[in-house]
């Protein structure tokens, strides 16, 4: 089957009752009819679930839907996108260990990187997202994973998959990637020799801005290990989440497709317009890497970002004059939204800080809802003749 029929059909076995749609199987252990099972399930010589915090039936088909998506052999869910991030790190590197990353990621997992891990010895070097012959060159003997995002938030680099795993492969790194922005429908990064693949399931696998999860997908024996750091310190993600992004998977290809087609039209109609500078989209020819984006991914993906040729202060009008468009700290959901990151999430660094990560004054990033297109076309330019 295909994995998009999979990720529909995979599911927990029916219960007497015999319910079409899965039960939500909110239950924090689960029982044994005697000493025997339970000693067994605790001695890893069953299946069994035992406690939610190491497994449950709707945490379980969760992931089992997101490995087949993936193409994955195993996975582990958490309770957000960092923690999933965090947790292949913690269980995958240690004291001594030096981590390769691109230098454009998502600013949570930038601070993990920069203040975090540095804590426990763990070294990190940033290389550019467009300069794969930098990359090689920052590797040590103490690499130990290489780590990327693609398309990045919220400037919509692409990363050569193909040649970073090349460049992984050859030093025996593992090779983690962020595949949030692409979803595994439209981007499979271990068909391009990913090791790990981390999510954020708060985007668009949710899609619907409901609820916060993170899964972890990849090589057996590294989820294993991700797998016991997790069953000790406990990220685990809510069964009750966990039903809600089932579910969620079932329709991932036909609403990706859809914000596709809707970001497609809007980065069209906005190309070239006065009071843009430049503007970014994966699959319009005029993005640096359209070449690299067309290799890997099956389209480009909600966001469009663009930068106001006014800066910062158009930046912060554009936003006061949006009349549909949302003004929230997400991304990912059937209603548009619009961000300012110079203003409002990266605010607090100074302005060479934001342009060491590409935050330039006037970015705007758009999430490209379910919305009637013109609708959102409509908003966006009416918000700029007043910027
Ligand atoms: C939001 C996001 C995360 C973090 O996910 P949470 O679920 O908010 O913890 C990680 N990576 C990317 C690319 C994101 O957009």
């Not at 599911?11 to 319910?19: A, F, K, L, S, V």
């Not at 290799?295 to 912060?316: D, H, P, T, W």
């Amino acid at each position: 089957m295909h994995p998009i029929t999979k990720a529909i059909r995979i599911q927990t076995e029916r219960t007497n009752e015999m319910e079409h749609s899965s039960p939500l199987f909110l239950t924090s252990s689960f029982c044994f009819d005697n000493s025997e099972e339970m000693r067994a399930a605790f001695a890893d010589e069953s299946d069994d679930n035992i406690y939610s915090r190491f497994s449950n039936p709707s945490v379980q088909e969760f992931t089992d839907r997101m490995c087949a998506l993936e193409g994955a052999e195993a996975g582990y869910a958490t309770a957000s996108g960092m923690s999933a991030i965090f947790a292949s790190f913690m269980a995958l590197l240690k004291k001594g260990d030096h981590l390769l990353s691109c230098n454009a990621i998502f600013g949570s997992t930038h601070t993990v990187i920069t203040k975090f891990l540095p804590k426990y010895g763990i070294e990190y070097t940033y290389v550019p997202v467009d300069k794969p012959e930098e990359w090689e060159k920052a590797i040590r003997p103490n690499t130990k994973m290489f780590f990327v995002e693609t398309p990045t938030n919220p400037g919509l680099d692409i990363v050569d998959l193909e040649a970073a795993s090349a460049v992984a492969k050859k030093h025996n790194l593992i090779f983690n990637v962020d595949n949030c922005f692409a979803t595994p429908v439209n981007q499979r990064p271990i068909d391009f020799g990913a090791d790990l693949v981390v999510h954020s399931a708060t985007k668009w696998i949710d899609g619907q801005g409901r609820v916060l999860g993170g899964v972890i997908v990849g090589k057996k024996q590294l989820i294993h290990d991700i797998y016991l750091f997790c069953r000790s310190s406990g990220p685990a993600l809510s069964p009750f989440n966990a039903w809600v992004l089932s579910k969620s998977l079932e329709t991932l290809d036909v609403r990706m497709e859809r914000h596709g087609n809707n970001a497609l039209q809007l980065a069209k109609a906005l190309e070239g317009h006065p009071k843009i500078k430049w503007l970014k989209y994966p699959f319009l020819p005029s993005h640096p890497q359209h070449r690299i984006a067309l290799k890997q991914m099956r389209n480009g993906g909600g966001i469009v970002c663009f930068e106001l040729a006014g800066g910062l202060q158009s930046g912060r009008k554009f936003l006061d004059s949006l009349q549909m468009l949302s003004l929230t700290a997400n991304l990912g959901d059937t209603k548009s939204i619009a961000s300012h990151p110079a203003s409002t999430t990266h605010a607090k660094l100074s302005e060479q800080e934001r342009l060491a990560v590409n935050i330039t004054p006037g970015l705007i990033r758009i999430s490209v809802g379910l919305e009637y297109a013109e609708d959102i076309i409509n908003d966006v330019r009416q918000a700029l003749e007043k910027c």
